[in-house]
């Protein structure tokens, strides 16, 4: 019988572009860092979440463990991220206090139909409301597929906002501020909105980054807009208190300062590995903003 006993936990993150694997050693009093990996996608393989090329994807999930920087002790099982296209998440109020009502309430606000999609709810009796995270039946079935093809066993998916907020936001989230999470990448701009301890709704653009680098006026637009949606439609949790950024993009100098002034909010790179314990090999992650999705996913636990 183990007292005090150790596991590990791996997390997946699927993007058009780029996988990227952490490993995470979880001991009695906190978290370490295990191993990480990153692997370039040919253009084509995966578009707008949709896996296009299976056999390609399937190759480069099997190439991804052998990249890792860190322990090559490995485990089949791992959490994964549905891509934010093809996956959706929000809290909506509900006023009667059983689970089939709330369900009601919640799938309503989805444009899917329950023959189509996958779901889970959490009903937070307190606040009164109740969290829908869904994604398309037909999509996730293929990246299951996938992911058993290539030898893995899927015991969490997950919508990335959630591991975004995992990663980059303190535990519980009852504890966190009023949050905008920012995630800046290649493929599009992803903006989750963290309030009452809970993702109060995701929304994505396109990405505001081109081949001449940051596009501002695109990155403004969708912040300001964003804005305005959280203060027309959850004016009563209050205004954000901060603008937490992540994402390759989130590297780009001065990017808080410029946004700050844009939209009139605290802005601040966000911390990826602000609940894993600093050891030699988290030192090696120098762009550990790129790796929140995987990270967060990897603390799913």
């Known amino acids: ?23 995470l050693q979880h001991g009695y009093r906190n978290v370490r860092l295990h191993a990480f990996a990153e692997l370039d996608l040919p253009e084509g393989i995966i578009q707008n979440g949709i896996i296009l090329q299976p056999t390609a994807f399937v ?5 991804l463990p052998h990249r890792v920087t860190g322990s090559h002790w490995s485990t089949r099982s791992v959490h994964v991220g549905v891509p934010e296209q093809i996956s959706f998440m929000t809290t909506v109020a509900v006023t009667a206090a059983g689970r089939e009502a709330a369900e009601t ?24 409301t109740a969290t829908i995270a869904a994604a398309r039946r037909d999509l996730l079935d293929q990246l299951l597929a996938q ?11 997950h919508v990335e906002s959630e591991a975004l907020a995992n990663a980059l936001l303190p535990h519980p989230l009852t504890k966190a501020p009023r949050s905008l999470v920012v995630d800046l990448g290649t493929a599009r701009t992803s903006i989750v909105f963290v309030a009452n301890g809970t993702i109060q709704f995701t929304v994505s653009y396109p990405s505001v980054f081109g081949t001449a680098g940051l596009l501002d006026q695109q990155l403004a637009g969708a912040m300001q807009q964003t804005v305005t949606y959280v203060q027309e439609h959850f004016g009563a949790l209050g205004a954000p208190e901060q603008i937490v950024l992540c ?31 600093p050891n030699h090999l988290s030192k090696k992650l120098s762009r550990a903003t790129v790796f929140a999705t995987a990270l967060g996913l990897a603390l799913a636990d």
């Open 59 to 63: 190759q480069a999930l099997k190439e």
């Open 1 to 23: 019988m183990a007292i005090l006993a150790q596991h590990v936990t791996t997390g997946i993150d699927v993007s058009d572009h780029k996988l990227r694997l952490v490993r």
């Open 105 to 128: 309430a919640a799938k309503q606000s989805l444009p899917l139909q329950e023959n189509e999609m996958y779901y889970d709810l959490a009903i937070q009796r307190t606040t009164k």
């Open 147 to 157: 992911f058993d093809a290539a030898n893995y066993e899927v015991v969490g998916l």
């Open 247 to 277: 994402g390759s993009g989130a590297l780009t100098p001065q990017l808080e300062q410029w946004l700050n002034q844009i939209v009139h909010i605290p802005v601040q790179l966000g911390n990826a590995l602000l609940h894993v314990k």
